[in-house]
Structure formats: structure tokens, C-alpha cells
């Protein structure tokens, strides 16, 4: 488990790496500046404007404010069930090298086992959108094998190959060939859970209706507030702006949470956990060194 430190407060109310402020800040500025413009004018001709109520505001705000906590919810769901499947990851590979010690070509051994390294970098690129080969090449044996579009189906494929025939040469049990075939099975199962998340986005129409309705709210907001509030209007407009805006751009980053985002999941710093533990039980040293967080951030 990766720990943060506690920031203190000059960097809650400071630090911008991480903070989705960056995204927003045009969003909440523009919003600021429409808000001045609507108490300039409502404080110089006070005759065009119509006395409006906060109350459908009011109640407005009480209901966007719970369908988007329904909206984050699912989104977070993403997010933490790709966390589980790549800690699944790290439990079965970690698992195959314990149990491919009764394999005793040593040489073999490291393939395979370099070869779940492989298989980790490409499924990271996978979900990138990147080059899955090019990014397991270093870790896949000399020549490398001829893969299809899914190289990381390739890779378990060619793993097990070489399973099976240890199994048929009886140069391993059955039994401890249908222990590393689980652990393989295993490997899918992750492949497919994170294609899943990856492939299937949240609905667009529910996306849309509530991006809709943040900007109609926070751009009617000032004329509610020109009135009572005065020169206060602005502030509390950017406050309100603040927030809707950056709980839904958080949920737009932890709907895919395997990108490069600054909130999406660790995968480079897992990849390297896996990197280090299968080295170090082939005896290499020294051992590259784990990703640390930078400002709070992982990457």
C-alpha cells in the first residue's frame, strides 16, 4: 500500500499538482467575470433587472448536488475496482513466481517469469492506448513471438505453451500445472476486468444532461445574487463555480482511470512493484528503484 503524507494546511489551500483547479480555472474565471459584469450593471441600471428569487436555485442546487455525488459514486466505482484488478495482478504474479520454483531449467524459469513482466507493461499500454509491444519488448525473450492484435493475451498464451509442455515431459506434476494455469486464469480475468472498465464509459446522455446543467446553473446563478449580495456576488458565484465544476471534471478523470491523469491509478509505480519482486527472486541486484509519490502524486 502506497502512503501519503498528511499536507499541511498551506499546502491544501495551496498546492496545485494534483488539484484539479487547473482544468476549471477558465471555467471559474469566466464565470467570476460574468458575475462582476451582472452586479456592474444591475448596480447601474437597476431598471432592467427583475427581483429573482434563490429559492429554484435553492432547490436547483440540492438536486444537482445529489445526482452528481450518484454520478461521482459510479465513477469512483471505476476507479477502485481497476485498483483491485491490478492489485489481483500483482497477487497472481507474485503467486507464479512462488510456485514456479518446482520448474527446474532455471533458464526457462526467468523467460516465463520475465515474460509476467511483459505482460504487465503491455497491458499498462493497452489501456493507454499505446504501443503494447513496444512496451513489453525488453522484458519478452529473444526472438520475440509473433502476437496477434492482443499482445497480452499472446504473452499468457505462449506462457502456458510452455507449461503445458513441461507438464506433457513431466518435467512438472499436473498438479502444479493446474496451479500455475489458475494463476494464468487469473491474469485474464484481470486483462478482461480492466477492458471492461476501459471499454465501457459511463452512459453519454447522463453525462451530458449533467454537464448541461452545471453550466445553466452557474451562469443564471448571478442574476439571483447581483441583487442581495452586491459586490459579494462574484465571490460566492466562484465558490459555487468551484465546485460543481471541479467535482465534475474529478469524475471525468476517475471515469478512466487508466490514463495519464493526475488522479487516475499508480500503474507505472505497480508495474515497477512487479518489476522488483520478480528480480529479486531471480537473484538480480541492484533493483531498480520504486516509483515514490512527487507532491502527493504517483505516477
Not at 499500454?125 to 520475440?144: C, F, I, S
Not at 442581495?228 to 469524475?251: H, N, R
Request: hydrophobic content about 45%.
Amino acid at each position: 500500500m502506497i502512503v501519503h503524507p498528511r499536507p499541511d494546511m498551506l499546502r491544501v489551500l495551496f498546492t496545485l499538482k494534483g488539484s484539479i483547479i487547473q482544468r476549471i480555472a477558465l471555467r471559474c474565471l469566466g464565470v467570476t467575470l460574468l458575475a462582476a459584469l451582472i452586479v456592474l450593471v444591475e448596480r447601474h441600471y437597476p431598471a432592467l433587472f427583475y427581483p429573482v428569487s434563490a429559492t429554484p436555485f435553492t432547490l436547483l442546487g440540492l438536486s444537482l448536488s445529489i445526482f452528481m455525488s450518484f454520478r461521482n459514486n459510479a465513477c469512483y466505482d471505476r476507479w477502485w475496482e481497476g485498483r483491485k484488478a491490478w492489485g489481483q495482478m500483482i497477487i497472481e504474479v507474485r503467486s507464479f513466481v512462488r510456485e514456479s520454483v518446482a520448474i527446474d531449467d532455471a533458464h526457462l524459469r526467468a523467460q516465463l517469469l520475465r515474460s509476467l513482466c511483459g505482460f504487465a507493461h503491455a497491458l499498462n499500454a493497452r489501456l493507454r492506448n499505446e504501443d503494447e509491444l513496444a512496451a513489453a519488448q525488453a522484458w519478452l525473450p529473444t526472438p520475440t513471438p509473433v502476437f496477434s492484435h492482443n499482445v497480452c493475451d499472446g504473452i499468457l498464451r505462449e506462457v502456458g505453451a510452455h507449461c503445458s509442455r513441461l507438464a506433457k515431459e513431466q518435467a512438472i506434476s499436473e498438479f502444479r500445472y493446474t496451479v500455475l494455469e489458475q494463476r494464468l486464469t487469473g491474469l485474464s480475468q484481470v486483462q478482461a476486468t480492466c477492458e471492461r472498465i476501459k471499454g465501457t464509459p459511463l452512459p453519454f446522455p447522463y453525462t451530458l444532461l449533467l454537464h448541461r446543467t452545471i453550466y445553466i446553473f452557474c451562469l443564471l446563478l448571478p442574476f439571483a445574487l447581483a441583487e442581495p449580495l452586491g459586490w459579494l456576488a462574484p465571490l460566492f458565484t466562484t465558490i459555487v463555480s468551484y465546485t460543481f465544476f471541479g467535482l465534475d471534471a474529478i469524475g471525468n478523470e476517475l471515469e478512466d482511470p487508466f490514463g495519464r491523469d493526475e488522479n487516475d491509478l499508480p500503474t507505472d509505480a505497480m508495474v515497477r512493484t512487479l518489476e522488483r519482486d520478480v528480480l529479486s527472486a531471480l537473484g538480480h541486484t541492484p533493483l531498480p528503484p520504486p516509483l515514490v509519490p512527487v507532491d502527493h502524486v504517483l505516477r
